[in-house]
């Protein structure tokens, strides 16, 4: 069982940064994908970023490309997401998760974390 615990989230304004982070406990493989997701208010969860642990190849939703950046610390065990020139559009509960295949491209990942608030006031 793969337990992921989310920290970083945040008030912070536009045009400013934050950085997610995940600490990952119980994965027994390096065939993982990881991955970030955003639920708003009354709006469905919704794919922002994706990393494979072995190799690093990485994935963005347009709407973030070019201003996030998703990485993994193999010595930490951790996945980050650094966030930077956020927009109010950003403000979500984001998630953390965790699927044992590579370059996984659906959003019925097996494992989630709690999430974190990202709150970008105007």
């Known amino acids: 069982q793969v337990q992921l615990v989310e920290s970083g989230g945040g008030l912070v304004q536009v045009g400013g940064s934050l950085r997610l982070s995940c600490a990952v406990a119980?994965?027994?493989?390096?065939?993982?994908?990881m991955g970030w997701f955003r639920q708003a208010p009354g709006k469905e969860r919704e794919f922002v970023a994706r990393i494979n642990w072995i190799g690093g190849s990485t994935y963005y939703a347009n709407a973030v490309k070019g201003r996030f950046t998703i990485s993994r610390d193999n010595a930490k065990n951790t996945v980050s997401l650094q966030m930077d020139g956020l927009k109010p559009e950003d403000t979500a509960l984001y998630y953390c998760a965790a699927h044992p295949r590579l370059s996984y491209s659906s959003s019925a990942y097996a494992y989630w974390g709690q999430g974190t608030q990202v709150t970008v006031s105007s």
């Open positions: 119980g994965r027994t493989s390096n065939s993982y994908t």
